[in-house]
């Protein structure tokens, strides 16, 4: 049966039967954009965040895994694995997710299914801001990855300097940004498990 209106991407889009194994992700923003894009809560369109100021770019597609809210359960799994950070709440937005391909996607709203392998534990001014680490489902380069530490190096150490750096202002000797860790598959279901509890306690049903 299809719908003769378009669903809203975070409400109206199910994580998929697969989930957390794999998941519909919904992308916001491609590594081509000088734009920072992020979805308008109320209406569903993507709205304009903020120019990139600087020279840094998404080395990934980016998005998020609809039906998720990063909030209580989410913010107590991070502590629990980030001694000696002090991690006050989640961020309140769905879980971000960052999807691997060797192929060239050139805008963003648009769904695509993608398969997590991992992720980085990223704290935003004591916030827990989880960024999941995903491959497109059957992409010939990286579909073949089911975990984070198969990854190359280089492809985890990118991430982690684009996330360590995208809200640094030059001048500033402090990041804005934290990595208490990172961690693998298993860790990644557990997250999206917590981002769905979220979710349902905050928004099932209302």
């Known amino acids: 049966m299809y719908s003769k209106f378009t669903a809203h991407p975070w409400h109206g889009i199910p994580a998929g039967d697969q989930s957390p194994e794999i998941v519909n992700t ?3 923003i491609v590594p081509t954009d000088t734009v920072k894009y992020e979805i308008d809560k109320e209406s569903g369109f993507l709205k304009v965040d903020r ?3 600087f020279s840094n770019f998404i080395p990934s597609l980016y998005g998020f895994v609809p039906q998720t809210y990063c909030d209580e359960n989410v913010a107590a799994l991070a502590r629990e694995h980030s001694p000696g950070y002090n991690i006050e709440k989640g961020d309140g937005d769905p879980l971000d997710i960052c999807v691997l391909t060797e192929k060239i996607i050139h805008h963003g709203y648009l769904i695509l299914k993608s398969i997590p ?4 534990r990223l704290i935003d001014k004591g916030e827990a ?3 999941i680490i995903s491959v497109l489902v059957g992409d010939e380069i990286y ?4 975990d984070i530490s198969e990854l190359p190096e280089g492809v985890v150490n990118r991430l982690k300097h684009y996330f360590l750096t995208y809200k ?6 402090k990041n804005v940004c934290e990595i208490s ?9 557990e997250v999206i498990r917590k981002s769905q509890l979220d979710y349902e306690i905050h928004y099932q049903n209302k």
């Open 26 to 28: 919904f992308i916001e």
């Open 51 to 53: 120019p990139q100021k």
């Open 117 to 120: 392998i991992g992720g980085i």
């Open 129 to 131: 801001d989880d960024k």
């Open 143 to 146: 579909g073949k990855y089911r």
């Open 168 to 173: 640094n202002i030059p001048g500033e000797t």
């Open 181 to 189: 860790g990172i961690y693998g598959r298993e860790e990644a279901h």
